[in-house]
């Protein structure tokens, strides 16, 4: 029980996909980079720049999925992470993608979500009577959906660990990684 889901597709917010990552790594954990088909994808970046009302995006990185979602056998990962940027919007729909997220809501895995990473466990109808933060842009679909919008850094309900944007990493990573840290230490005895 080492390994956690990272959820990405094209358009991925680049410092929300690699801050985590690299998070992981850092304590142990074995990153695997999910996606539609197991290829090449391009990140992006996202900023809200001054005098804009909407967000800007440039070309990031490129990440390569480990794994695609039908592959995955939700039983062998410990925690799963939603990352933000466009690609939640348009991968929100994949029946396996579907599947795993209502597992990881219904066993109570460590789960981490970021910006738009909501609309997923939005449409996996997961999120009706839970507190989370996300990007303020996202507030309706988390709302319409039945949960509850919380404009804070960092939101922790049960399992469920969620912040804003990209600049709020440094304030909800760490206590997903210390619930992830215990569900290993359990999952050991």
Not at 36 to 59: F, L
Not at 63 to 75: L, M, V, Y
Request: aromatic share 10%; proline share 5%.
């Amino acid at each position: 029980m080492n390994k956690v889901l990272i959820i990405v597709g094209d358009a991925t917010e680049t410092v929300d996909t690699l801050y985590p990552i690299f998070r992981l790594q850092e304590d142990g954990f074995q990153p695997v980079v999910a996606a539609p088909e197991k290829r090449t994808y391009q990140m992006v970046m996202h900023q809200v720049r001054p005098g804009w009302t909407i967000t800007k995006e440039w070309e990031g990185y490129t990440i390569d999925a480990d794994i695609a979602f039908k592959d995955i056998r939700e039983e062998e990962y410990v925690g799963i992470f939603f990352s933000g940027g466009r690609a939640p919007e348009y991968i929100r729909e994949d029946k396996d993608l579907i599947r795993i997220t209502q597992h990881f809501f219904d066993t109570n895995k460590p789960i981490a979500s970021v910006c738009h990473g909501v609309e997923i466990p939005a449409r996996a109808d997961r999120v009706r009577g839970r507190k989370m933060a996300t990007v303020a842009k996202c507030k309706f679909e988390l709302e319409i959906c039945g949960g509850t919008y919380v404009n804070e850094p960092c939101v922790i309900d049960g399992n469920l660990v969620s912040g804003r944007t990209y600049h709020d990493h440094g304030s909800y990573i760490g206590p997903w990684i210390k619930m992830l840290i215990a569900a290993r230490e359990k999952a050991k005895k």
